[in-house]
């Protein structure tokens, strides 16, 4: 199985950016489709973008299309969110999630129940 860490997060103020990273061990990550999930106190986990194991299909929540991008390095075993104009509502707990995908397999996944492997978690705060 793959071990999931993501880094990256902190406090910054509304507008500014932050790049969040993913980093995988454990098992071969290049076919293993990822998405960014994110929770803030008192909700549920939420879906906020994926990408396929190929790299070539991704998928952004409405409300984070525009400032948030979610990409992959194969290389080194990561996967990146960008964020950019950062809102004091993107406040949350931002874990990665992964999945193994067969070769045919150009899709990316949205939901929770959709993905195996977790990381532990990165707090983002946003500041107004």
């Known amino acids: 199985q793959v071990q999931l860490v993501e880094s990256g997060g902190g406090l910054v103020q509304a507008g500014g950016s932050l790049r969040l990273s993913c980093a995988a061990s454990?098992?071969?990550?290049?076919?293993?489709?990822m998405g960014w999930f994110r929770q803030a106190p008192g909700k549920e986990r939420e879906f906020v973008a994926a990408?396929?194991?190929?790299?070539?299909?991704?998928y952004h929540t409405d409300s984070v299309k525009g400032r948030f991008t979610v990409s992959r390095d194969d290389a080194k075993n990561t996967v990146y969110l960008q964020m950019n104009s950062l809102k004091p509502e993107d406040t949350a707990v931002y874990y990665c999630?992964?999945?193994?995908?067969?070769?045919?397999?150009?899709?990316?996944?949205?939901?929770?129940?959709?993905?195996?492997?977790w990381g532990q978690g990165t707090q983002v705060t946003v500041s107004s």
């Open positions: 999630a992964g999945r193994v995908s067969a070769y045919s397999d150009r899709n990316y996944y949205t939901r929770r129940v959709e993905y195996a492997y």
């Open positions: 454990g098992r071969t990550f290049s076919n293993y489709a």
């Open positions: 990408i396929s194991w190929r790299g070539d299909n991704t």
